[in-house]
């Protein structure tokens, strides 16, 4: 029910139920210029790219990969120590991973970290705002501008072949009416099917 009068409300926060991890990256000057990430210990994940954005991009990850991300916060020291390295490197955009589990808030900030865990964290929470990029994208060239489904289609493509894409079936709706309306180019609709199916049938894992 809770959930429910959140998604009516649309600007509620992920509903805490254990701890819950808060992302970020502000990065001027690049596009988005700021993300941010909630993702609840149920896999939960909202995207948004303004701190007051009421309508975030919402979706699941697996509970083996929610263990996984919240198996590196505990090598990360629940993020009790620091991460920022202080290398002399470019600069890559300010992170901050703040940990919330009741009254305990445990924060960090780096723009460049060493720490293996502090890296594989971040590296999850990109592939999270690539995935919902990606998202956006094909719904905004859906709606507005059909000669660039094909290429947000392709893109699409490129980032699950590199493995960026995290729950891959949050697609297939908007996919398959893609490949089921003739108001779009028949090589929009022909690659629509295409990814369609490659997120069914995915290939073996080596």
Not at 31 to 56: M, T
Not at 146 to 154: Q, T
Request: hydrophobic share 40%; net charge neutral.
């Amino acid at each position: 029910m809770k959930w429910a009068v959140c998604l009516l409300l649309g600007g509620c926060a992920i509903a805490a139920d254990g701890p819950s991890l808060f992302y970020s990256k502000s990065f001027p000057g690049s596009k988005p210029a700021y993300v941010q990430i909630n993702l609840s210990r149920k896999g939960e994940v909202e995207y948004r790219e303004a701190p007051d954005e009421d309508n975030p991009v919402r979706f699941q990850l697996t509970e083996a990969e929610a263990n996984e991300v919240f198996g590196l916060v505990d090598k990360a020291g629940s993020l009790k120590r620091p991460l920022e390295s202080h290398l002399k490197v470019a600069f890559m955009g300010t992170k901050t991973l703040r940990l919330e589990n009741g009254e305990e808030k445990n924060q960090v900030e780096f723009n460049y970290t060493l720490d293996p865990a502090g890296q594989a964290l971040a590296e999850w929470f990109e592939r999270m705002a690539e995935t919902a990029q990606r998202r956006i994208e094909l719904e905004r060239t859906a709606k507005y501008d059909k000669l660039g489904v094909v290429d947000a289609l392709l893109q699409l493509q490129i980032s699950m072949d590199k493995k960026r894409i995290v729950d891959p079936e949050q697609f297939l709706p908007l996919l398959d009416r893609l490949a089921n309306n003739e108001s779009y180019m028949h090589t929009a609709r022909a690659r629509a099917a295409e990814v369609a199916a490659a997120i069914r049938n995915p290939a073996p894992k080596p």
